[in-house]
């Protein structure tokens, strides 16, 4: 319970984090906070797949968790683009 928790917290703070760094997304903070829960999964894949080390604890954590939601914003935002050119 508690890493459920933790993870929450923790991918809150990066959904902040990417709608501060992505201001233009065109999603309200709630969104991004539930994107940046999203991101703490995807972050933490990516920088395993890459093979890239940032260490461990709460930053580390932040670090993967807000680039994993830039990056589910960006692919969102890749979406929205392609489906407004056809309108």
């Known amino acids: 319970m ?3 928790i933790y993870t929450i917290i923790i991918g809150a703070v990066c959904g902040y984090i990417a ?3 992505m ?3 065109g999603y309200g903070l709630l969104v991004s906070i539930i994107i940046g829960i ?3 999964f995807v972050g933490t894949w990516a920088f ?3 093979g890239i080390k940032v260490g461990s604890g709460v930053v ?3 670090i993967k968790g807000a680039s994993g939601a830039i990056i589910i914003l960006f692919v969102l935002g890749l ?3 392609g489906l407004s050119k056809k309108r």
């Open 60 to 62: 580390s954590d932040i």
């Open 48 to 50: 395993g797949e890459l």
């Open 38 to 40: 999203a991101g703490s």
């Open 79 to 81: 979406f929205k683009r």
């Open 2 to 4: 508690d890493g459920i």
């Open 19 to 21: 709608d501060v760094l």
């Open 23 to 25: 201001s233009d997304n």
